[in-house]
Nanobody
Framework: VQLVESGGGLVQPGGSLRLSCAASGFTFSSYAMSWYRQAPGKGREWVARITGAGGGTNYADSVKGRFTISRDNAKNTVYLQMNSLKPDDTAVYYC?????????WGQGTQVTVSS
């Protein structure tokens, strides 16, 4: 099983980034996918979730209206489009796959929002 995040980097406040998470080794469409983040000195925070079929999404209040989660089950990939980025969005972003009692995690990708 592998989850590989990409797309992180340094962006100015107000800018945009799109994160990707490529999955392999499990039945991707059967798993709900989420993005979490962890800022320096803080705990891991849930950001967004999408159902296996992609029909349902949920967002943390801190990102609602700015971030969009989506998935392409044909490509085994989940995305996080991040707009209107703020310095408080600076964190390592992790991809998560969840089904029943099973969780898989990626290694994370760094997002830094700074002028």
């Amino acid at each position: 099983v592998q989850l590989v995040e990409s797309g992180g980097g340094l962006v100015q406040p107000g800018g945009s980034l799109r994160l990707s998470c490529a999955a392999s080794g499990f039945t991707f469409s059967s798993y709900a996918m989420s993005w979490y983040r962890q800022a320096p000195g803080k705990g891991r925070e849930w950001v967004a979730r999408i159902t296996g079929a992609g029909g349902g999404t949920n967002y943390a209040d801190s990102v609602k209206g700015r971030f969009t989660i989506s998935r392409d089950n044909a490509k085994n990939t989940v995305y996080l489009q991040m707009n209107s980025l703020k310095p408080d969005d600076t964190a390592v972003y992790y991809c998560n796959a969840h089904r029943d009692w099973t969780d898989y995690w990626g290694q994370g990708t760094q997002v830094t929002v700074s002028s």
